[in-house]
């Protein structure tokens, strides 16, 4: 039981821990903090401090702040203009997941404008940052996540996805309004991973059906697209039902083919488990009833998710391609959350408390496919999807099937193609097969090799040339795949596209 609880905030965190959190140095000085709730006064519901490089060198203007939501709510923020164009370029806000994941991690390990170094030392700037071409929002929510939140505490903050969608549509509202409302003419997207695929299709079908001119309270620019990175729409099929599909591909010598794969009685098991797991997941789908979708997930994680073996020596559900070391093993537990982490400087890894919360509520365990349909059906949204396929916790496998039963709404497998979508690790400095891309009407797919949970801080580069493109108006050159649809993509975006 609560093993959702298990799976979900591993998904979360990944290797980032170590990477962020392990990391005194992002302890903003007194010169750097927001402003304290004392400074407010009667003020706006709001607090804006334009940051230096001290933190993080970004190579555009950055700031920091609170917006306050509630009496008692507040979400902290981190906003990077673009490097190239700050009042063309569109706006993409980026979540993590969890719940309880701060969006920090997002910006200091993969998409951000400065990374940190390992071994805590501060952080470099990131070239391939998406604040290359875009101005990018870093939020903390729900409220009680990441830095400064809830007064200063961890306690409280919503359970559910109504309140935090509320939240969330309040804090667009100011933001746009009162603190920068020279961005709210831009083209909106939002970004998120992991839970993020649950938590940006519900805040997306919140927002768009309160949008009406005039209504105050309410964020009004329209969502031009989503982009969810190795996001879970439906548990099962995400995640538990597709492990087999992942950890179970075996050579005519009956060698598994993944280093880290199940061994064949494993994948026995596993396989027994499957057809029950997938029923109960249907089950949860149609009637998003919570109670069936706890004891779905708490079917499949005992017969499924308990195989991965994750503990130090074992493996990291993030990505097939490592063995879990000391020091890397994110709070999989209960009470593990307490690293140590928040010492010193007032953030949390994974608000454990929160995600407590929401899981003995239920909302850890809804799908969001539902929404997903919504947003396909009823909004001009578009939808990326990308999926790093060396993920174990959220498959590309799974997400696939999850995307192909959306029905109408991909084409047939065939129409997979691989392409070249950035360069590996193995080889630098030559082009190399980047993962698949297929899109159709509103909704596109792209896979990355070489990439676990974190696809796109695994492949920076290539995540920056697909994004680009992705929010680009522009349809021809190295971005013509987006419209050629069944084509491979090519060449090498490090050699075309100015970054
Ligand atoms: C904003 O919230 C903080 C506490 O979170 C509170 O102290 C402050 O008075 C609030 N400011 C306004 C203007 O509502
Ligand atoms: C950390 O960075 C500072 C400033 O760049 C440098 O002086 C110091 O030697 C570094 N420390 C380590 C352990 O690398
Ligand atoms: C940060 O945490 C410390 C204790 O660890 C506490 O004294 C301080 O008030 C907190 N600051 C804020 C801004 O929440
Ligand atoms: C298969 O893997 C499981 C879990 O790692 C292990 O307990 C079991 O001994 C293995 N079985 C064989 C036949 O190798
Ligand atoms: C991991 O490292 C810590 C100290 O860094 C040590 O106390 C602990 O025993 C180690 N755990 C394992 C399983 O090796």
Known sequence: MLVYSAFAVVASLGGLVPAVLASPVLNLDAAQRPLSSADLGSGPPYTLREQNDQVCDAGSRQWTGWINVSEEKRLFYWFFES????????????????????PMMGLFSEIGPCLTVKGGNGTIRNEHSWSNFVNVLFIDQPAGVGFFSMNGGTE??????????????????????????????????LAGESFGGVYVPFFVKHI????????PGVFQTPIASIVLVNAVVGMTSSSYVSV??????????????????????????????VPRCAALGRQCVATYNLDVCRAADAFCDEHIGRHLDVRVGGRV??????????????????????????????????????????????DSFTPSTREMRYILDETDTKVLVINGNNDISVTTEGNKRVYDDLPGR?????????TSTGRGPTSPGSPIRGGEFKAADKLAFATFDDAGHEAVGHQKEAGTFLVKC???????????????????IRPSPAQDVEL
């Open 244 to 273: 087999y599909d992942h950890m179970c591909k075996f050579d005519g010598h009956g060698r598994n083919k993944l280093k880290l794969g199940f061994n064949a009685t494993t994948c026995r098991a596993v396989e027994e488990a």
């Open 83 to 102: 490097r190239s164009a700050p009042l063309d370029d569109p706006v993409v806000v980026w979540l993590n997941g969890g719940p309880g994941g701060p």
């Open 410 to 418: 991909t084409k047939p497998r065939s129409v997979w193609k691989s």
């Open 470 to 488: 992705w929010l680009s108006t522009a349809r021809d050159g190295p971005c013509a795949f987006l419209d050629r649809r069944t084509e491979t």
């Open 208 to 215: 768009a059906q309160r949008q009406h001119p005039g209504v």
């Open 156 to 189: 409280g903050g919503p359970d559910n996805l109504a309140e935090a969608s509320e939240d969330f549509d309040r804090f667009l509202s100011i933001f746009f309004t009162d603190v920068f409302p020279q961005y709210s003419h831009l083209p909106f997207h």
């Open 317 to 362: 559900p993030y990505d097939d391609r490592v063995i879990c070391e000391n020091g890397t093993l994110p709070p999989v537990r209960r009470g593990l959350a307490a690293l140590g982490l928040e010492e010193g400087w007032n953030f949390t890894s994974v608000n454990m408390d929160l995600n407590m919360r929401w899981e003995a509520r239920g």
